[in-house]
Nanobody, 126 residues
Framework: QVQLVESGGGLVQAGGSLRLSCAAS????????MGWFRQAPGKEREIVAA????????YYVDSVKGRFTISRDNAKNTVYLQMNTLKPEDTAVYYC???????????????????WGQGTQVTVSS
């Protein structure tokens, strides 16, 4: 069992920045790939970014490329999502998730992730 706790969400004006953090329990964090997802009201939960166990490979959904950066610190059991140039359409609840299988690969599919955090709200005002 892995427990994930997200933090760093909040209210920000368009063009602003936020840094989300996701702290994981346990001593095997470096064995997992990680992902950040988001869900806006009335919409499906979608992948935002993903990172392999070593951090060597990352994935970004097209809508955030060039604005968001995913990173991880395995010594701190934490994955981050730096979000710059935020837009109102980035408003959502953001979730981090653990992918145990094939951690050398990123994945965009929710079904590939085994554990989820409780989410943190990000609201971008225009």
């Amino acid at each position: 069992q892995v427990q994930l706790v997200e933090s760093g969400g909040g209210l920000v004006q368009a063009g602003g920045s936020l840094r989300l953090s996701c702290a994981a329990s346990g001593r095997t964090f470096s064995s997992y790939a990680m992902g950040w997802f988001r869900q806006a009201p009335g919409k499906e939960r979608e992948i935002v970014a993903a990172i392999t166990w070593s951090g060597a490979s990352t994935y970004y959904v097209d809508s955030v490329k060039g604005r968001f950066t995913i990173s991880r610190d395995n010594a701190k059991n934490t994955v981050y999502l730096q979000m710059n140039t935020l837009k109102p359409e980035d408003t959502a609840v953001y979730y981090c998730a653990v992918k145990r299988r094939e951690p050398w690969l990123t994945s965009t599919g929710r079904q590939d992730y085994d554990y989820w955090g409780q989410g943190t709200q990000v609201t971008v005002s225009s």
